[in-house]
Every structure is written in C-alpha cells, then in structure tokens.
C-alpha cells in the first residue's frame, strides 16, 4: 500500500526559509505525478506546487518566485524549497502522489496518496 512521510516542520519568521521532505514507499515513485498542498484551519486544502514524472512543474500564483517543487527519484523523496516566507504561508503542508497521470495542478480529489501534514509556522 502506498505511504508518503514527511518531514521539515518548523517555525521561522517572515523572510525566512524551510524545506519540506516527504518519502514515498509502496508505489512506483519514477512513474507519479505529485503535489504539495495545505490547509490552514478550515476546510479548504489548497494546491500549491505540482510535478510530473516528467519534471513539469506548476505553482499556485500566491507561491509562485518562492517555492520550488522537486524529486529525487533515487531516494523516493519529494521536496518543498520555501523561500521568503509570510505569515499568510503558515498551515499544515502535505505531500500527495497519484501513478495516473494528473495534468497540473489540480484539486484534492486527484491523488490518491497522502503524508500525514507537516506544519509550518510563520511569525511576523
């Protein structure tokens, strides 16, 4: 059964930066498409970066210049580089992963492996 774990929480002040790590097992991690998402509280969890088994990437315009998505395929693992972080960055970030293909990035319901959520705290 596929499992994703991440890893990278932390807490920063506006300007600074963290990066996010999230290990796959269980499923062909070469052949997936990807994304990261978060969710601060409400029920709204929002794609922010995407990648494909072919290293295309796409941002969400709020992360866009900041973030960037990327994957080692021989290690299975996932990455979220986040720089100049703002206090309206601050949520429980997860990683999700889905073998068929997914076409940018899009909503929840499109991948079918999920981390546990990792959170980022930024403060002003």
């Known amino acids: 059964k596929g499992r994703m774990v991440e890893s990278g929480e932390g807490s920063v002040q506006a300007g600074g930066s963290l990066r996010l790590s999230c290990t796959a097992s269980?499923?062909?991690?070469?052949?997936?498409?990807m994304g990261w998402f978060r969710q601060a509280p409400g029920p709204e969890r929002e794609g922010v970066a995407f990648?494909?088994?072919?290293?295309?990437?796409e941002y969400a315009d709020s992360v866009k210049g900041r973030f960037t998505i990327s994957k080692d395929n021989t290690k299975n693992t996932l990455y979220l580089q986040m720089n100049n972080l703002k206090p309206e960055d601050a949520a429980m970030y997860y990683c999700?992963?889905?073998?068929?293909?997914?076409?940018?990035?899009?909503?929840?319901?499109?991948?079918?492996?999920w981390g546990q959520g990792t959170q980022v705290t930024v403060s002003s």
């Open positions: 999700a992963a889905d073998t068929k293909n997914i076409v940018g990035l899009g909503p929840r319901d499109w991948y079918m492996y």
């Open positions: 269980g499923f062909t991690f070469d052949d997936s498409d």
């Open positions: 990648i494909s088994r072919d290293d295309i990437t």
